[in-house]
Nanobody, 124 residues
């Protein structure tokens, strides 16, 4: 099992940047693929980005490609989401999640463990 705690959310103006962090408990962090999802009010939770166990590959939603970067530090049991050129439509609660498998990596059903979320608000 793994427990996840997100941090780094806040209020930022459009065009600004934020870096989210997700700290994982346990000694098996490196055995999980990690992902970020987000959920805006009255909308479904949607995929943002994911990274493989050894940071060998990443995958992004089209809406954030070129603006967001996902990285991980297995020595620190932490995954990051660097968000640049933020837009008001990026406003949402952002969730960190962990998966054991390597299929359907952009599907929330593939992720067994979730953090509590951190709010990101982008003002226009």
């Amino acid at each position: 099992q793994v427990q996840l705690v997100e941090s780094g959310g806040g209020l930022v103006q459009a065009g600004g940047s934020l870096r989210l962090s997700c700290a994982a408990s346990g000694r098996t962090f490196s055995s999980y693929g990690m992902g970020w999802f987000r959920q805006a009010p009255k909308k479904e939770r949607e995929f943002v980005a994911t990274i493989s166990r050894a940071s060998g590959s990443t995958h992004y939603a089209d809406s954030v490609k070129g603006r967001f970067t996902i990285t991980r530090d297995n020595a620190k049991n932490t995954v990051y989401l660097q968000m640049n050129s933020l837009k008001p439509e990026d406003t949402a609660v952002y969730y960190c999640a962990a998966r054991s498998g390597s299929l359907y990596i952009d599907s929330k059903e593939s992720y067994a463990y979730w953090g509590q979320g951190t709010q990101v608000t982008v003002s226009s």
